[in-house]
């Protein structure tokens, strides 16, 4: 049976999900900043519409945005990651497989009726329930691949579609005709710049490309890129990259770790959060690599270390992770202002067969039970005892909202 794959968004993800709990938000400059509120990564209509732009110092326009009225929110991963989960199981409800993306981005795969208006339709339908039930506004595209999805999702942002856009025959030369190279999924800039030396510039000029020509010149990919623009199916759900060949944990920190214990409890953290992430996609991992260096602004320069440890046996256990890290750090340690610290699990290998009488493969029911109390309790709730009690090196989060779904003590109230 034919299908139609849908590629929902969310709409300004980051801010959006400060508005729900927030509705006075909505209609306000609004900006989201990164990590230890760095720099601005996320843009409401209204903030951008005050010449703001993605990317710039939070530093360089504090003064701007107090003398404005902008909302300043720190990035809340544990709200975002919880709205996200909510959008794409009502995303996902109706259709025969998903896919998601990334944390604002789901492919679903649904029964393909052929008339564009009721594939208009179902992508209304959609964007309503997403709303009704999230208050998450996102953006439909409707296509015969995933590719002609995502050029419908990126014209369904732009004026005259208000949030959904479907291409059949009947209007693809039309949408691929207005759309840049470099927006078509899989291009990228450097392609995209070479691909208008020779005189495209448009993803229907590229979708008219010979095939033969775009392998020889740029790879098959280009030349899988080229059939999925003219319509061919050419995707399977296990073709799309499930787990990761490697996870890291790292980020610079709010207040300069000056201490060898403070260093291992950064790494600790890490560590404990990368071996989260790898239980998380059922995996188990042969080899760490940790880190930490100074800030280039800082007296000192840039230095630090690197060190790469292979374990005794494959394992995702956080304490066996975290031990084998701040056993080895004391002999890296300097006594300079650690700015950036992190942690990488490297050869990962599906976790399912592994040696019953190994005694380094750490407590799987335990890191299990440690899982759910922290998914059911909040995210932090119980810890591995390296990673210290009051974190002062943690990044810092000035205008951090409450986790209004992961955190017991942070619920909404409601006044009647």
């Known amino acids: 049976m034919s299908s139609i794959i849908a590629l929902c968004d969310g709409n300004k993800f980051y ?31 209204e903030a951008a519409a005050l010449g703001l732009k993605k990317f710039t110092p939070y530093f360089q326009v504090a003064e701007f945005c107090r003398a404005n009225g902008v909302v300043v929110c720190s990035s809340n991963y544990a709200l975002y990651s919880e709205i996200s989960s909510q959008f794409m199981k009502v995303a996902s409800r109706e259709c025969f497989s998903y896919f998601p993306y990334s944390i604002d981005e789901i492919f679903a795969e649904f ?33 015969d691949t995933l590719t002609l999805a995502k050029a419908a999702n990126h014209a369904a942002k732009r004026l005259g579609y208000r949030g959904v856009c479907v291409i059949k025959a009947h209007n693809r030369e039309a949408i691929l005709g207005a759309m840049l190279t470099t927006d078509v999924w899989g291009v990228g800039k450097r392609i995209g710049q070479r691909l208008s030396s020779m005189g495209i510039h448009t993803a229907l000029q590229l979708a ?12 098959v990919n280009i ?70 260096q100074t800030s280039a602004y800082d007296k000192h320069g840039v230095s630090g270390f690197s060190r790469t440890i292979h374990l005794p046996a494959p394992t995702s256990d956080s304490m066996i992770i975290s031990q084998q890290i701040t056993s080895a750090v004391e002999s890296f340690y300097a006594a300079v202002p650690y700015y950036r ?17 190994n005694d380094n493969l750490g407590k799987p029911a335990l890191m299990s039970v440690m899982d759910r109390l ?29 986790s209004y779904l992961t955190n017991w003590n942070e619920i909404p109230t409601i006044h009647c």
């Open 15 to 45: 801010s959006s999900c400060e508005q729900i709990f927030n509705p006075q938000y909505r209609g306000k400059p609004l900006i989201v900043v990164s990590n230890n509120d760095g720099m601005t990564v996320t843009l409401s209509p």
């Open 111 to 143: 029964g393909n009726d052929d008339t564009p208006q009721n594939l208009s339709i179902l992508g209304r339908k959609l964007r309503h329930d997403v709303w009704r039930e999230v208050r998450l506004p996102i953006g439909v595209g409707l296509g």
């Open 208 to 219: 008219q490309m010979k095939t033969k020509t775009a392998r020889k010149m740029f790879g």
């Open 223 to 292: 030349e899988r890129t080229i059939f999925k623009l003219n319509g061919t199916k050419a995707f399977n759900w296990d073709d799309m990259p499930v787990n990761k060949r490697q996870i890291f944990s790292t980020r610079s920190v709010g207040q300069r770790i000056t201490t060898i214990e403070g260093l291992k409890e950064a790494l600790s953290f890490h560590a404990c959060e990368a071996a989260r992430k790898l239980r998380g996609q059922k995996s188990v991992a042969r080899c760490l690599v940790f880190f930490a």
């Open 341 to 357: 610290v992190g942690v990488g699990l490297l050869d990962i290998e599906p976790g399912l067969q592994l040696d019953m009488f």
């Open 374 to 402: 922290n998914e059911q309790m909040g995210k932090g709730a119980v810890f591995v005892a390296a990673n210290g009690i009051e974190k002062k090196w943690q990044m810092r989060r000035a205008f951090l909202s409450p």
